[in-house]
């Protein structure tokens, strides 16, 4: 067994980390405050390959493997979590599934251009009553001769607002359950397409979340993705890529949270001495650096199951599950450790703190990675 990364993921990190410093640490607080997406920065992210990490070359992507990409995810959420998400959702809720169930025309019309950085993606599952019932889907999709006709809506979708397309569920034969969903790819020009609420929130500030509407949308049937029917195994076999993507910016807000701990606990004196020599806080430092270290393998674990082909449901499950808890845990203490300074925006903690908490519910919640992992124990 080797735990040692290989050049090209070190040089992933190096890239990645790089790049967070210098464009991203400079905006992070500032676009969390306004709530301004980061155009700028994610079209650069794009020209650095990051949009479509493992994606083969000939289709327009990086022909990385899984583990520099859970890296790159880690690097970038570290200094904005932002960032983080809106990497990961293009490259794991959307060149992925065109990669593993498109045909060579829907590659190359929408794979090549999402996978490149000219265009952003977005995946639309999420109803207001499917949310973790995903198979509840109320949005409809009726076939009429060479096209389907789309109505319904969707909503908490990441990238949302600025995605030029979506890969978008709905029925197609409510009788057959959840082998009645389809999956569909759709452009923000389609007619009947439009932007609702934009979602105001807590945390991933810089990220755009938006509700999607469809009005009698006019879908080409060459648009149908995966085939009919076979929408929910979509949906399903995506998101276990997204919950390592959600794992790893999980892990690289902990060890933001970690890092700023540390240095704090150096600088910051009471009683006559800095922080660090009292043994609550080198207790608080000792279990973060111990659970991001268990986190961080279960990670690496699961991306790298999906490198090598092996299954990775169960991993995915239990790297997310383990990371967002950790990522939770750890901001808390890090604000702990901060005092009455963590609980202002002087400082970054609060900041991690809030961003950890959409982890532990976006892509499955943890209970729903828990019901994922005890439903393959117990079969
Ligand atoms: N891969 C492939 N197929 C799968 C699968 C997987 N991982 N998991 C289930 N399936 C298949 C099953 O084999 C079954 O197929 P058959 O009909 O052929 O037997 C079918 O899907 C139905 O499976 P279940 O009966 O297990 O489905 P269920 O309705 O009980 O759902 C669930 C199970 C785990 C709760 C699922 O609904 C789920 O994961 N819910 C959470 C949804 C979620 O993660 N939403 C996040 C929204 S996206 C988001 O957050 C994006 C963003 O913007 C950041």
Known sequence: MDFALTKEQEMVRKTARDFAANELEPIAADIDESAEFPTETVRKLG????????????????????????IAIEEISKVCASHGITLSVNNSLVCWPLMAFGTDAQKEKYLKPLASGQKLGCFGLTEPNAGTDAASQATVAEKQGDKYVINGNKIFITNGEKADVAII????????????????????????????????????????????????????????????????????????GGRIGVAAQALGIAEAAFEAS???????????????????????????????????????RAAFDKWQKRPYTVSAAMAKYLASDV?????????????????????????????????????????????????????
């Open 47 to 70: 020209e650095l390959g990051f949009m479509g990490m493992t994606v083969p070359k000939e289709w327009g992507g990086a022909g990385l493997d899984d583990v520099s990409y859970v």
């Open 262 to 300: 540390v240095k704090y606990a150096k600088e910051r004196e009471q009683f006559g001495k800095p922080i660090s020599k009292f043994q609550a806080i080198q207790w608080f430092l000792s279990d973060m650096a111990t659970e991001i270290e268990a986190a961080r393998m279960l990670v690496y």
């Open 169 to 240: 569920f709905a029925m197609t034969d409510k009788s057959k359950g959840t082998r009645g969903i389809s999956a569909f790819i759709i452009e923000k020009e389609f007619p009947g397409f439009s932007i609702g609420t934009v979602e105001k929130k807590l945390g991933i500030r810089g990220s755009c979340t938006a509700e999607l509407v469809f009005e009698d949308m006019v879908v080409p049937e060459q648009n149908l993705l995966g085939g009919e029917g076979k929408g929910f195994k979509v949906a399903m076999a995506t998101l276990d």
């Open 327 to 379: 990522a939770m845990k750890t901001t808390r203490n890090a604000i702990q450790v901060h005092g009455g300074y963590g609980f202002t925006k002087d400082y970054p903690v609060e900041r991690f703190y809030r961003d950890a908490k959409i982890t532990e519910i976006y892509e499955g919640t943890t209970e729903v990675q828990k019901m994922v992992i005890s439903g393959n124990l117990l079969k």
